[in-house]
């Protein structure tokens, strides 16, 4: 079931946005279910046959690494990764080589079908297929075809599993400000059920990514939280997008490799900076206590991973942030958005803070993260902005009327 971009932007063209979403779910209900079902048992092999377990992994770094994983639990061994860094070339990352694409064509390109296991992964395609790889896959008909093992603990559902949720998906779209997060709606929808390329339209630049100007009007004493702070990647995009300004950095990271190099990127901020600065080494969610966690040192450390590793100690938002008065909250915490928001309702109620929250990591959470937020504080306008292919760094802006940039809501 194919869709192309010219005939979606005549629909989103031509029709306003209050059926759009009408027009959408008509479209993925003409596919007949149990040829929904045969799609996704049949889409990675009808790519990969008759090498559907000689597979190369291309990306060597977290994501293919998950993929790595999610199969030897599915019984399939990959035969190598592939890697662009030829300071990786020859390496073994969890005990799996790394060969460089021109080795790995000419060991194994005619006799396995590459997964492409990055972000963004629309370029490596390309230079597959001019390489000469004659199969290459995405991830989605993969997740699809070992659902026990991916979903959902992955972006990606079973798309018949989408037609079941009609009614949530209807909540979700209908507390949407503007125009822009509505087409992203229903373009995530369409791409989820059938992930084709022409689907989506280009993503938004990722140096805006959290921080767009033209959604939300930036405050000179800002009070930032960062709930999975990571190496403090999105703060340093912060402090550098305010110039320095801020009233106070508050940084959740429980991972502790994480952790310490946050601690050394604060310490070399200036002296008069580090001092509004504090680091605290928990997880956000619903109840405070202790956690199993999953602790990859990397961006994909998570409370919801099976068979956590580590126990770490969580705090909610409300207990937490008692003694503070936010005024902006970023989540990228893996999965468990729902629960640090739940955990941050008085939060939400008593000082109205900016939201910047992830919606990928779940497919659900497109539409059950914009309807949590409304029911926590009705007061905000909601937004949905991509900055990256597919659904990669899908985020979610709560944004109350005093801080709305002029025109935020007529695009």
């Known amino acids: 079931m194919e869709y192309v971009t010219s005939e979606l932007a005549a629909m ?79 390496t073994v990352v969890d ?26 992964g629309s370029a490596v395609t390309h230079q597959l297929g001019a390489l000469g790889f004659p199969r290459i896959a995405p991830i989605a008909p993969l997740f699809w075809k070992y659902a026990d093992t991916f979903i959902p603990s992955s972006y990606m559902q079973l798309p018949h599993w989408l037609l079941a949720q009609e009614a949530q998906i209807r909540a979700g779209y209908a507390v949407l400000a503007d125009d822009a997060s509505r087409r992203e709606f229903c373009e995530q929808l369409l791409w989820r059920f059938s992930p084709t390329a022409g689907i989506l339209s280009p993503a938004s630049s990722s140096a805006d990514l959290y921080f767009p100007d033209d959604i939300i009007t930036p405050h000179e004493a800002e009070v930032y939280v960062d709930c999975g702070a990571f190496d403090g990647d999105s703060a340093r995009a912060f402090v550098a997008r305010r110039n320095g300004m801020f ?127 409304h029911r926590l504080q009705p007061g905000y306008r909601i937004f949905v902005r991509r900055y990256a292919e597919d659904c990669w760094e899908l985020v979610c802006y709560a944004v109350p009327e005093e801080r709305l940039a002029s025109g935020a809501l007529t695009r």
């Open 95 to 120: 005990g799996m080589v790394v060969l460089a694409p021109a080795d790995a064509l000419a060991r194994h390109g005619t006799t396995s079908c590459v997964v492409v296991t990055v972000y963004n």
């Open 247 to 373: 009233g106070a950095l508050l940084l959740l990271e429980p991972d502790a490799q994480n952790r310490t190099k946050l601690e050394r990127w604060v310490s070399t901020l200036a002296p008069e900076g580090r001092t509004r600065v504090s680091i605290f080494p928990f997880g956000a969610s619903d109840t405070d206590g202790e956690f199993t966690f999953q602790e990859s040192h990397n961006v994909g450390s998570t409370l919801l991973g099976n068979g956590g590793d580590v126990s770490i100690a969580c705090r909610t938002l409300d207990t937490l942030l008692a003694d503070e008065s936010p005024t902006f909250i970023k989540m990228d915490i893996e999965g468990a958005e729902p629960m640090a928001l739940a955990g941050g309702a008085a939060t939400l109620r008593t000082h109205r803070p900016v939201l910047a929250i992830c919606v990928y990591h779940r497919s659900e959470h497109l539409w059950e993260i914009p309807s949590l937020i």
């Open 12 to 90: 989103f063209a031509d029709r306003p946005s209050s059926v759009w979403l009408d027009d959408v779910i008509a479209r993925i209900r003409r596919e007949p279910p149990l040829d929904t079902v045969t799609r996704e048992a049949t889409a990675f092999d009808a790519i990969a046959a008759p090498y559907e377990r000689s597979l190369l992994l291309f990306g060597a770094g977290w994501l293919g690494r998950f993929v790595l994983n999610g199969l030897r639990a599915a019984g399939v061994e990959p035969i190598a990764f592939i890697d662009n860094n030829p300071q990786a070339w020859g």
